[in-house]
C-alpha cells in the first residue's frame, strides 16, 4: 500500500499550488476515505481536507474552504488538493493519508496509510 505524494514547492503569496496524491496496492474504491493533513513547524499535525471516493462528498477545514479544493479522479486512483490564494500560515508538510470507512473525519489517528509529506512554502 503506498500513498504517492507530488507537487509541493516554494510560491509567493496570493499563488496557486496543486498536491496530487497517487494511491497503488488496493483498488482505489477499498480507500473509502481520502484526504490531506499539514504539520507546521512547531505545530500540531492539522487536519485539510478529505474526499470520499465513493461518491465525491467532501469536507474542508474551514481555514482553507474556498481557497483550497480537495478532489479525486478514480480511474486514476488519484487525489488532487488545488491550493489558490496561498497564504504564509500554509507553509507546512503536508500529508496525504487514506482510510479504509466510508465516515470522513479529522482524527489523524483514525487514518490507517500516510504518504510521505511534500513540503509547501508560502513566501511572503
Known amino acids: 500500500v503506498q500513498l504517492q505524494v507530488s507537487g509541493g514547492g516554494l510560491v509567493q503569496a496570493g499563488g496557486s499550488l496543486r498536491l496530487s496524491c497517487a494511491a497503488s496496492g488496493r483498488t482505489f474504491s477499498s480507500y473509502y476515505v481520502m484526504g490531506w493533513f499539514r504539520q507546521a513547524p512547531g505545530k500540531e499535525r492539522e487536519f485539510v481536507a478529505a474526499i470520499r471516493t465513493t461518491d465525491g462528498t467532501t469536507y474542508h477545514e474551514p481555514s482553507v474552504k474556498g481557497r483550497f479544493t480537495i478532489s479525486r479522479d478514480n480511474a486514476e486512483n488519484t487525489v488532487y488538493l488545488q491550493m489558490a490564494s496561498l497564504k504564509p500560515e500554509d507553509t507546512a508538510i503536508y500529508y496525504c493519508?487514506?482510510?479504509?470507512?466510508?465516515?470522513?473525519?479529522?482524527?489523524?489517528?483514525?487514518?490507517?496509510?500516510w504518504g510521505q509529506g511534500t513540503q509547501v512554502t508560502v513566501s511572503s
Open positions: 493519508v487514506a482510510r479504509r470507512n466510508t465516515v470522513l473525519t479529522t482524527i489523524p489517528r483514525l487514518y490507517d496509510y
